[in-house]
């Protein structure tokens, strides 16, 4: 049974920044599409930053780039979400998802993704 537990959401201020962690079990994040969505109040889920397979190729939603590092630690079995200069409108309870072991070319569609955690919400004060 695979399960995503996410941590390290809070309460920052305009131009802060939190780390949020997607710790594994079940699936292997290294041989794995990981994928960070997020969703606003009032809106629907979308696509934030993704981390792919064994390269380890990295994409991100143009909002973020820049600003946000998706990342991984093998050893541990966790992704990483680090979020700098972070704005109001970064608020959303964020999301990790696992998504397939083989490749797949729609790293930004929720479709692709089996397991979800269960969400840590990030707000953003200015």
């Known amino acids: 049974q695979v399960q995503l537990v996410e941590s390290g959401g809070g309460l920052v201020q305009a131009g802060g920044s939190l780390r949020l962690s997607c710790a594994a079990s079940g699936r292997t994040v ?11 109040p009032g809106k629907e889920r979308k696509f ?4 792919l397979w064994s390269g380890g190729t990295t994409y991100y939603v143009d909002s973020v780039k820049g600003r946000f590092t998706v990342s ?4 541990k079995n966790t992704v990483y979400l680090q979020m700098n200069s972070l704005k109001p409108e970064d608020t959303a309870v964020y999301y990790c998802a ?3 072991t083989y490749y797949s070319p729609g790293y930004y569609r ?12 990030v707000t953003v004060s200015s």
């Not at 991984?72 to 050893?75: I, K, P």
């Not at 089996?114 to 919400?121: P, V």
């Open 72 to 75: 991984r630690d093998n050893a």
């Open 98 to 100: 696992a998504g397939p």
């Open 48 to 51: 934030v930053a993704a981390i």
């Open 30 to 40: 290294s041989s794995s599409a990981m994928g960070w969505f997020r969703q606003a």
């Open 110 to 121: 929720e479709g692709t993704y089996d397991y979800w955690g269960q969400g840590t919400q």
